[in-house]
């Protein structure tokens, strides 16, 4: 694999928007992507998108507000290749990233686990939607 990370361009909803699409967890429309395209960047194989994440930085913070591997791309390390590669575009002044996961989303727990990021609270009923029900746990890693 070629494995590249970059900024977001228009050319990339299409993707972004099919990826999500088998999603049994709520999935973002084309509205909230465009709202945030500042923020997301996408992991590419030459001309496949295996993922994307959205990270939002407010110096010293940075949040994660959405993560995704293409499905038949998962538990095969890309998750963990693509947090590593943002991590490295963070500018020096953000020191803490920050995100929320679902209780029961067991793959991305063991993956910010993986990472360093630790538990720092919990949300009872946090998501609440038709396609999810859980609380939420809040992670922190340091950089
Ligand atoms: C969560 C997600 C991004 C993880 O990406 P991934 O590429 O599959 O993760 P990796 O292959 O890098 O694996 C990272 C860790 O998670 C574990 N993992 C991955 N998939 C798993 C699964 N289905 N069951 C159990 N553990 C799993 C891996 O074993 C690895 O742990 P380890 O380092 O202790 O061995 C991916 O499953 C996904 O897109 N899920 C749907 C969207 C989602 O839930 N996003 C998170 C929102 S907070």
Redesign the pocket.
């Known amino acids: 694999m070629a494995l590249l990370l970059k900024k977001f361009n228009y050319s990339d909803l299409k993707s972004i928007l099919d990826i999500q699409k088998n999603?049994t967890?709520p999935y973002w429309s084309e509205r909230q992507i465009l709202d945030v395209c500042d923020d997301i960047y996408v992991l590419k194989d030459k001309t496949i998108t295996l993922?994307f994440i959205v990270i939002k930085k407010i110096s010293p913070d940075a949040e994660i507000h959405?993560?995704?591997?293409k499905d038949n791309y998962?538990?095969?390390?890309?998750?963990?290749v693509l947090i590593r590669l943002i991590l490295g575009t963070l500018e020096e002044s953000i020191t803490r990233i920050y995100?929320e996961?679902a209780a029961n989303?067991?793959?991305?727990l063991?993956?910010y686990r993986?990472l360093g990021f630790t538990e720092i609270g919990r949300r009872q009923g946090y998501y609440s939607g038709d396609k999810l029900q859980s609380d939420a746990i809040t992670m922190r890693l340091d950089v």
Do not use: D, S, T
Not at 66 to 69: D, E, M, S, V
């Open positions: 999603e967890r993922g959405n993560l995704i591997i998962r538990n095969q390390g890309l998750g963990k995100l996961v989303n067991e793959p991305a063991r993956l993986a």
